[in-house]
């Protein structure tokens, strides 16, 4: 793992972001793989989700601030990851957008986004990059539906919920997903470089379309393994209100993406950015 510098680089005061500047990429062959943490107040939970990442498999950890009022910069700077803040609250999207962008410019050939309120297991980041490694999908989910989540606390109307959207989704979209709707995932490279990710929306609905996205484009891969549950006092959740606006926007997704499929409204968010290549293409 490489670790950034402890002081930030200031930028123009019109900026919305400090960069702590990170090592530059290693140079070789090997694929490199970087982990990436949206956060906001995730200081009670930081340190315990850091001890269960495979870091001899992790090249690079970076973690976006989206103007936490805790300690969650001091500790992710006492850790040594590259630490960058948002001048101002950006949104659960558009600190992705940040994650993803920074990823790519430090030369990432595979991004693992993971939520650092240790709700989702970093321990079974090895089982969920394996296939992008082996260049056999390109977006891997870390699913909690493929065991039990109301075991693991989850609340009987978030699985309800779930279950609901997820079905809609799987009937739109194709695919036979357990869950769309979790905070571990995994993407290659060229799935990020061939979606126009920076077009979609700064709040949560963002991962809804990005999946939207990787199906519109076609050729991008995309499987799930099983994670447990974990809900705890700690641990970040989103509350029914901000989840019964969610789930409309997802609904809205998948409307804007079976329109555009038909060809009645083409969207701009789902044209590809670029030709996705086959894995190992030049």
């Not at 500047?21 to 315990?48: C, D, F, H, W």
């Not at 976006?64 to 630490?83: F, K, M, N």
Request: proline share 7%; net charge neutral; with cysteine.
């Amino acid at each position: 793992m490489q670790k950034g510098s402890s002081q930030p680089s200031p930028l123009e005061p019109t900026s919305p972001l400090v960069v702590e500047p990170g090592s530059a990429a290693p140079v070789g062959k090997q694929p490199r793989v970087v982990i990436v943490m949206p956060a906001y107040n995730a200081a009670r939970t930081l340190e315990r989700t850091y001890a269960d990442i495979p870091h001899d498999l992790v090249d690079h950890l970076i973690l976006v601030d989206d103007v936490s009022q805790d300690e969650t910069v001091e500790i992710a700077r006492q850790l040594g990851l590259e630490v960058i803040i948002h001048r101002q609250n950006l949104g659960y999207g558009g600190n992705q957008k940040t994650c993803y962008d920074r990823a790519l410019e430090w030369g990432a050939d595979v991004v693992v986004m993971l939520h650092p309120d240790y709700q989702y297991d970093a321990t079974r980041i090895p089982d969920l990059v394996a296939p992008i490694l082996a260049r056999e999908k390109d977006l891997m989910l870390g699913s909690r539906f493929m065991g039990d989540p109301l075991a693991g606390g989850m609340p009987r109307w978030k699985y309800v919920s779930n279950r609901f959207l997820t079905g809609v989704e799987n009937a739109a979209f194709g695919l036979r997903l357990s869950e769309y709707h979790t905070g571990l995932r995994a993407y290659s490279r060229r799935l990020l470089e061939a979606i126009p990710y920076r077009l979609n929306s700064d709040d949560f609905v963002f991962d809804q379309e990005l999946i939207a996205q990787v199906v519109a484009v076609g050729g991008l891969g995309v499987g799930e393994i099983a994670v447990p549950t974990r809900y705890f006092e700690e641990a970040s959740s989103v509350g029914f209100r901000r989840s019964v606006v969610y789930g409309l926007s997802t609904l809205r997704v998948v409307a804007r993406y079976l329109l555009h499929r038909s060809g009645i409204r083409r969207s701009r968010k789902l044209l590809p950015r670029v030709p996705a290549r086959e894995p190992g293409a030049a």
